[in-house]
C-alpha cells in the first residue's frame, strides 16, 4: 500500500526551515508496513494544492498533508480541502472549540472571531482533535482512499500521529506488524554486513531487516516482522534472531531502539553503582552534553572539566605543566593525565578525556587537523588511543564524542567479564 | 522564474534521514532570486523518474536533481538520465576519471571497473567537477530549460552547487543580487514586526525583507536587493537601510549574516582582552559546546566546569553548602556563587553559570520543570535572573543557553556605554 506526503507551506520552500516532519510521518507510516511513495512540499496556492492531490491519489492510497491551517491569510488548506472534498458547509466542533478557549485562556487574551474559526470543520471531514494547538486535524474518505490534514507544528503533529496510526491500521485492516532494532558501534557498514550476510540469507521471508548507519551513532539494524500468527509470535520470533545477532556481533552491539551510546554507558555505570566524569579540550563539553541531554544523566554523572586553556588543564587537573611542553596538549601524556586528574578533581570512579586538534586552524605535519587524543581512566586503569579523524570542526567534535563513549562502554564490558 | 528539487533515494522516503540537501540548494536559488516552485522526493525507480521530470519541466525552468548517482545497481538516476535526454553514448569524462583514480588509490584499493564507470558520462550533458568524490555533476539543456543532477553526499553537493550557482545566472542571465542578514534576539516576531513596521512600510520597492526566525537564535531578518545598477549601490543601499534598523532595535541586534550568540559574544570579549568560564548545572555543558563550536573559542574562552552533582558545586566552584540547602540547588543565591566560583577556579574574568529544572522529571509546585536561574558574573557585579522555559528537556537546554550568552552579551555592551 502506498502513501504520499504533502507538506505545504513557503517555510520549506524557500530554505528556511529543515523538514522533520515528513520524516517523522514516513518513519511511522513505514512501521506499519505503507511504502511511502513520493514526498511533494508545495506552496499555499489554491491550484498547486488541488493538482497536487489529484495526482497523488492516483498512485497513492493514504494522502497525508501537513501545514496551512494557521489562522492568517496566507493559510488556505482547510478551504481548499473542503471544496475539494465537496463539503457543504463549515462546522464548529465543540470539542476543538473547547481546547480553543482553554488555550486562549491560558494566554489571557480575549477570545475572537478568528480564533473560533479555528474550531471550524468542512461537514464532509471526520475531526481529529489536537490537545496541544488550535488547529484540528481532519480526515477525509474518498472511494476507499484517505487524505489526513494535520497542523505543521512538530508536537501538534506528533501527538495526532499518535490517534491517526491506529486510525490507519483499522481502515484499511492492516495486518500484525512487529519491529524492534539492535544498535551496533564500531563495525562499518560494508564489513558489517559481510559479518552477518550468512545470518541474514538464512532469515525467514516475513522478516525484513534493514540497515540504518549514522556516522555518530553506528549502524543500526531493524527488523520488520509481517504476517504472524500474533503480535507475541513475530515478537518471539524477532527476539530469538536477534539473540543469534548478539552472538555475532558481541560487544558491538550496545543497545535496542530508543538507546544512545550515552544512556547504554550510563547503564553499565549504574550497574556497578559508579559515577562518571569527563575531561574535555577538543570536544568542548560536547560529550558532557550528550550525556546530559538524556534525562536521569545524574544517576552516574557527576560532572566535567572543560579545560580549553593549559592553565586548566595543570591547575584544575593536575596534569605536569613540563610534559604539556614536551609532548604539547595533544599527547598520550597529556590525555592520560587529565582522564585521572578529573577523576581526583570531581571524586568521580570512572573518566573520560579528549585531546585534539579541531580545526581548522592548529594543525602540524606532525598533529594534522583531525588528530585526537582519547583516555579512559578505570578504578584499574589508565587506557588512551590515538585517532585521525576528518578536516571538519563539527565532524571531529561529535565523532570523538561518540568514540570516547564507546571506548568507555567496551571499558565497562571487559571488566565485567 | 521557478525551479523544483527532486531528490531520489530509499533513504528520504523511508524516513531514515532528514533531507537537508533540499534545504541548502533551496537558500542557495533563493539568494540568487529563484523561486522554489515544488520539493519532490522518489525511489530510485525509472518510470517514476521520468514521470516526475516531465511534470516539472512543465512548471519549472531549472530542476535541481540530488542522489541516485551511486555504483551500485540501486542507483540508475545517470542511465535514466542518458535515456531521458536522448544520449547517443556514455563516454569518459577524464577530468573525473583522474578524481576517481586519485582517490581510490589514496584508500589502497585497486580500481575497478565499477569506479572507471563512476567517470563515465551521457555525451549529451556538460560534466561538472565533483572534487570530493567519484561521482562527477551533469547539466543538461532542454529548450533553454536546465536539469542539474548532482550526487547526494552533502559536502560533495555543496562544493558542486558553488560552481552550480554561478553557471546558472549566467545561463539565464540573472540580475544582480545582494543579500545581507540581521540578526536579532530577545524580540518575538509579532513584537519585532511591530517595532519596525514604519521602516518596513517605507523600503524602496527592490529591497525586499524576510523575517526568518528560529527559537535558539533569534529572528534573522534578511533583505535580498534586485535590480540594482550595481552590486555596489545595492550594497550601499542594504547598508543604509540596517544602519536605520540598528537605531530601532539597539541592542537586540547582535550580528551580521553567519555570526552566532557565541562568536557575537566573544568578539565583545576580545575588545577588552577578557576571558570567559561557564559554570553549567541544568545546560550540562551545552554552552561550552555552542562556544566550541566555532573555531578561536580559545581567544575568548578558558573551560567549563559542568557542575551536575552539588559535590562539585561546593568543592570545585566553592558554593555554600548551607545555601544550598536552605534555597535549593536551582536558587538565586547558588548560581550567583558558581558563577563567581568558576571565575575564581578557572581563573577567568566572565563567567555564565545555569541551574534549573530541565526534566521531564524534578519539578515542584514551587519550582516547575523548566524553570531556570542564570547568572552572569563580570569584574564588577554579579546579575542573576529566574524563567521559567517549557516542560521539554531539550527545549530547555538549547533556550536556557542561548538565554544566558544574551544576558552575558548585554552585560558587555553596557560596561562599554
Redesign the interface.
Known amino acids: 500500500m502506498n502513501a504520499e506526503i504533502i507538506t505545504i507551506g513557503d517555510e ?9 516532519n ?9 512501521l506499519i508496513g505503507i ?9 499555499d496556492n489554491r491550484r ?1 494544492i488541488i493538482e497536487s492531490i489529484d ?1 497523488a491519489f492516483v498512485t497513492s492510497d493514504i494522502l497525508m498533508v501537513t501545514g496551512g491551517l494557521g489562522p492568517t491569510n496566507d493559510d488556505i488548506t482547510k478551504q481548499v480541502l473542503a471544496e475539494y472534498f465537496g463539503a457543504g458547509c463549515m462546522k464548529i466542533h465543540e470539542p476543538s472549540l473547547e481546547i480553543v478557549k482553554n488555550l486562549i485562556q491560558r494566554l489571557n487574551i480575549t477570545l475572537s472571531e478568528t480564533n473560533i474559526r479555528q474550531a471550524e470543520l468542512p461537514d464532509c471531514c471526520i475531526p481529529i482533535l489536537n490537545k496541544n494547538g488550535t488547529a484540528p486535524a481532519m480526515w477525509f474518505n474518498r472511494n476507499g482512499k484517505i487524505l489526513v490534514a494535520m497542523p505543521g507544528v512538530p ?1 501538534e503533529m506528533k501527538a495526532i500521529m499518535n490517534d491517526v496510526i491506529p486510525m490507519i491500521c483499522k481502515h484499511f485492516k492492516l495486518k500484525s506488524i512487529y519491529h524492534k532494532t539492535l544498535l551496533t558501534y564500531g563495525i562499518p557498514e560494508s564489513v558489517l554486513s559481510e559479518k552477518i550476510s550468512e545470518w541474514e540469507n538464512n532469515l525467514p521471508k516475513h522478516l525484513h531487516l ?1 540497515y ?1 548507519p549514522n556516522p555518530e551513532s553506528g549502524v543500526r539494524l531493524r527488523i520488520s516482522a509481517y504476517n504472524g500468527e500474533s503480535k507475541q509470535t513475530l515478537e518471539q520470533e524477532v527476539d530469538a534472531q536477534f539473540a543469534t545477532l548478539r552472538t555475532i556481533l558481541k560487544t558491538a552491539v550496545y543497545g535496542e531502539n530508543n538507546d544512545n551510546l550515552a544512556t547504554a554507558t550510563g547503564k553499565l555505570l549504574q550497574q556497578k553503582g559508579a ?1 562518571l566524569a ?1 575531561a ?1 579540550s577538543c ?7 550528550m ?3 538524556n ?4 544517576k552516574c ?9 593549559n ?2 588543564k595543570i ?2 587537573l593536575g596534569v605536569n605543566a613540563t610534559d604539556i611542553e614536551m609532548y604539547g596538549a595533544v599527547s598520550e601524556q597529556v590525555v592520560r593525565q587529565m582522564a585521572q586528574g578529573v577523576c581526583k ?3 568521580a570512579d570512572y573518566a573520560i578525556a579528549t585531546s585534539g586538534i ?4 592548529g594543525g602540524t605535519a606532525e598533529k594534522p587537523v583531525g588528530t585526537v587524543w582519547i583516555a579512559v581512566a578505570t578504578p584499574k586503569r589508565v587506557i588512551a588511543q590515538k585517532y585521525i579523524l576528518s578536516k ?3 565532524v571531529n ?1 561529535s565523532r570523538a564524542s561518540a568514540i570516547a563513549l564507546n571506548m568507555l562502554r567496551l571499558e565497562l564490558i571487559e571488566e565485567k567479564d
Open positions: 520549506i520552500l524557500i530554505g528556511q526551515i529543515v523538514d522533520t515528513s520524516v517523522y510521518i514516513a518513519e511511522q507510516l513505514n511504502n511511502v511513495y513520493q514526498k511533494t512540499a508545495i506552496s498547486h495526482r508536537f534493514a540504518l559515577m569527563t574535555e570536544t568542548g563539553g560536547h560529550i558532557a552534553d550525556i546530559c541531554s534525562s536521569g544523566a545524574s554523572f557527576v560532572g566535567s572539566v572543560v579545560a580549553y586553556s592553565n586548566i591547575k584544575t578533581a570531581l571524586n579541531a580545526g581548522p586552524d571538519l570542526r563539527d567534535i
